[in-house]
């Protein structure tokens, strides 16, 4: 079991840090070269793709940077999310599978909580890239750099914001179609061969099992996934109006009033969602958090945390007039 | 009629709560003449920074205005209008690129309309500023070089440097003010420098304002000022100590050593009438008369705490 | 190329100190009538001193008539003959007026009277007229005297 971890882990890291060494190693090359080269100051321009034509250069280039980090991000997510899915399917102990009696009803639980319990991950992942989203419009060089440029202060807070945004909701869109995918492929349409009802032959030591079937069998799984899409947008944007929140300045340091919370909130939804048994509280529902085994909460509360990003978001934007660098 | 590029109407800025109030700016009244080259001159604590940062909309004022070309730098769609025109050196010399190259081809994005890539490469030459090296390895000087050649080769109406000549070495620091007159004040361009180099400024300034505790205790044209201040060495009997002409008096053992503020002449006309004899009578030095005027000024405040007390 | 120095702290202002010196050099024979004089902006740029400064200095010696502005571009010194020749007399005398001064004041610490100063002065003035004339009709060397 721990080799197989073990080893599932490895091959999951492996093309992270190969990619990361490469690109190391080729910017310390291009950087040795140019020290040594040393050229004169002349300046190339690149073309820009056709579509931002219609932007004064400056928020062009601007916006074509954001766009190139965020791809990044969006692989490195889709590549995560689509391996942690997909591990259920080569690290599974046939031992319990025989309790379930029914191969594609537990190959099924592991899927679904595979996604489940990848919440904690799912939440560390928002609130670090949301606070890289933010952390670089507020502090250092570069935040100096930007405002003190003839760019408009909201071009720039919604293309970082926005860019890093889309990339994570379009990460783990695609990161859940491939593992779905990789499940049809390698096992057929498990989802719509499982059992009606609980096969009767377990008995009353199977409680658990037989208990875990029963929500298994009502749980929804597109729910599911759209409520991973809801929780990233819900969270990051709680996280993204925090950390924007006004500044107690004092002589020399400054202490953004609310960046405690932004380090508690997504572990007390973790702790919650994961103290919850079968069913989630009905808070966590009403915000469309579906993230475990059980029934799943009506489609139109998926609108609530729409709302909530949108609100959140705004009232960020309105704050990030008044920061001062 | 004279248009400004910087102007401040009572500005104040403060930091913190109840007693740990700091006044960074304090009722500033500044006024920098469009094509001059204007000295800011302080101490460290004066508040000439946190003026520029307000100047760049980096910080909002806690009362009173800034208005640079007649806008508001502090809110858009003003502030991208003032931006476009402003080349701006901070006092935080930390590069927003890897290395010089790489920020000087970032920054001359945003500047289509006056970027010079002739100028850059002149300032790079003069200052000898090496493109390439990380900015991890860059010395303080070659830092304070990157960020004087990318807002050089802006040519923009308004240069605004805040303690440019930081970790230069003189003969940078000659190139630099050479650089300075030669480019940057063309076709009514303004140059405003902050600064403790008095030396610098007296060569190249036509206006100066010296600054203490968030205000201003003197502004002008340097000329004027330094046609206004004279070191005076009086012996006679019966001499005057209150007059709005004397900035201060020291009484040596067999003379009165007075320094004057305004109208010197008359002055000393006024002595030699009254039968007093002028021993010495010497012009100061920018120094000088920084120094003074600072002495003075802490001297009055010290005054005014001690009877609130 | 013409050498000037300015110093920005010494209490003169700069404008007056250009003015003086180009009148001085002219006054030596540094600068002839007829010689270019670089522009405002060169001079600025050469010396590190504002060009509005340099433009002062050039306006006060054009309206008196030592320099002069082609409509073309450029800056010339004015022939000479028509300037008055007290006017570098003047120069000459002004230069000379702070030792004199100093002369007078640390005489009459010593108190020394005027006829002393005047004596002093008679007998410095000939020693220098001596030492000319003897270098001027002996040129080798001086030997072991």
């Given at each position: ?325 | ?42 101490r ?154 008095l ?11 010296i ?48 320094i ?24 100061m030095s920018l120094n000088e008369i920084f120094l003074e005027l600072c002495r003075t000024?802490e ?11 | ?145």
């Open positions: 079991m721990i080799a197989h971890l073990g080893l599932s882990f490895l091959i999951f890291i492996f093309p992270l840090v190969a990619a990361a060494v490469w690109k190391i190693r080729s910017i310390q090359r291009a950087a040795a070269k140019a020290e040594r080269d040393a050229l004169p100051f002349v300046p190339t321009s690149t073309p820009d793709p056709a579509l931002l034509r219609g932007l004064p250069s400056a928020r062009r280039i601007f916006l074509v940077q954001h766009l190139k980090a965020a791809a990044f991000l969006y692989l490195i997510e889709s590549w995560t999310i689509a391996f942690i899915f997909t591990l259920p399917l080569f690290t599974l102990a046939s031992v319990n599978s025989a309790k379930w009696l029914n191969h594609s009803a537990y190959l099924w639980y592991s899927f679904i909580t595979g996604a489940t319990h990848f919440t904690q991950f799912l939440t560390t992942m928002v609130l670090f890239s949301a606070i890289a989203a933010i952390m670089p419009m507020r502090f250092g060089p570069e935040a100096r750099f930007y405002r003190t440029r003839p760019i408009p202060i909201s071009f720039v807070f919604w293309t970082k914001i926005l860019s890093i945004l889309f990339a994570m909701i379009a990460g783990a869109v695609t990161g859940i179609a491939l593992s779905f995918a990789l499940f049809f492929v390698l096992k057929g349409p498990i989802w719509q061969n499982l059992p009606a009802a609980i096969p009767r032959i377990l008995g009353p030591d199977d409680a658990d099992v037989a208990q875990l079937y029963a929500s298994l069998l009502i749980t929804s799984a597109p729910s599911i996934f759209l409520s991973i899409i809801t929780t990233i947008a819900l969270l990051f944007s709680v996280v993204v109006f925090l950390g924007s929140a006004p500044v107690l300045r004092l002589k020399n340091a400054a202490l953004p009033m609310l960046m405690i919370p932004v380090l508690l909130v997504p572990f007390g939804i973790t702790i919650l969602s994961f103290n919850s048994g079968t069913g989630t509280p009905q808070f966590l529902r009403t915000l469309y958090i579906y993230l475990n085994l059980g029934p799943p909460p009506p489609l139109g509360y998926a609108l609530i945390p729409i709302a909530l990003t949108a609100v959140f978001l705004t009232c960020a934007r309105l704050f990030a007039n008044h920061q001062e660098l | 009629m004279t248009t400004f590029a910087i102007q401040t109407d009572a500005l104040a800025k403060t930091y913190g709560l109840g007693n740990k109030k700091v006044h960074a700016v304090d009722g500033l009244n500044l006024n920098v003449p469009e094509g001059s080259i204007y000295g800011l001159l302080g460290n604590s004066a508040g000439k920074t946190t003026t520029i940062r307000m100047a760049m909309g980096l910080a909002r004022p806690t009362s009173g205005e800034i208005k640079v070309f007649g806008l508001n730098p502090a809110v858009d769609p003003e502030r991208v209008t003032v931006l476009r025109q402003i080349g701006y050196v901070p006092e935080d010399k930390m590069l927003a690129a890897l290395t010089p190259r790489k920020l000087l081809e970032l920054n001359r994005s945003f500047y289509p309309d006056t970027w010079s890539d002739d100028l850059a490469r002149k300032v790079i030459k003069r200052l000898e500023l090496p493109l390439d090296t990380a900015f991890m390895k860059l010395s303080l000087g070659n830092k304070t070089k990157s960020a004087l050649a990318c807002a050089i080769a802006q040519r923009s109406r308004l240069l605004i440097l805040d303690e440019p000549t930081t970790g230069l070495d003189p003969i940078a620091l000659d190139e630099l003010l050479r650089l300075l007159v030669e480019d940057c004040t063309a076709d009514g361009r303004t140059i405003f420098l902050s600064t403790h180099q030396a610098e400024i007296e060569q190249i300034a036509d206006h100066i304002g600054m203490d505790r968030g205000r201003i205790l003197l502004e002008g044209p340097l000329d004027d000022i330094r046609s206004s201040f004279r070191r005076l060495t009086v012996t006679g009997a019966a001499l005057p100590t209150t007059n709005p002409a004397i900035l201060s008096i020291k009484q040596q053992p067999h003379a009165t050593q007075y004057l503020q305004s109208s010197p002449e008359a002055f000393a006309q006024d002595l030699a009438v009254n039968g007093a004899t002028i021993v010495e009578s010497d012009p000024s001297a009055s405040e010290a005054d005014r705490e001690e009877e609130f007390a | 190329m013409l050498s000037l120095r300015i110093s920005a702290s010494s209490g003169v202002p700069v404008y007056l100190q250009l003015e003086q010196q180009i009148k001085q050099a002219i006054a030596s024979g540094l600068l002839r009538s007829g010689d270019p004089l670089p522009s405002t902006r060169r001079t600025a740029a050469d010396l590190r001193i504002n060009p509005n400064t340099v433009a002062r200095a050039f306006q006060n010696l054009e309206r008196e008539g030592i320099i002069r502005t082609v409509p073309g571009g450029g800056t010339f010194v004015a022939s000479l003959a028509s300037l008055a020749p007290g006017l570098l007399k003047a120069e000459k005398l002004r230069r000379i007026r702070p030792i004199a001064e100093q002369l007078a004041v640390e005489a009459s610490q010593l108190q020394l009277s005027p006829t002393d100063l005047h004596k002093l002065l008679d007998a410095a003035l000939n020693d220098l007229a001596k030492s000319r004339r003897t270098r001027s009709s002996d040129p080798a060397p001086e030997g072991d005297q």
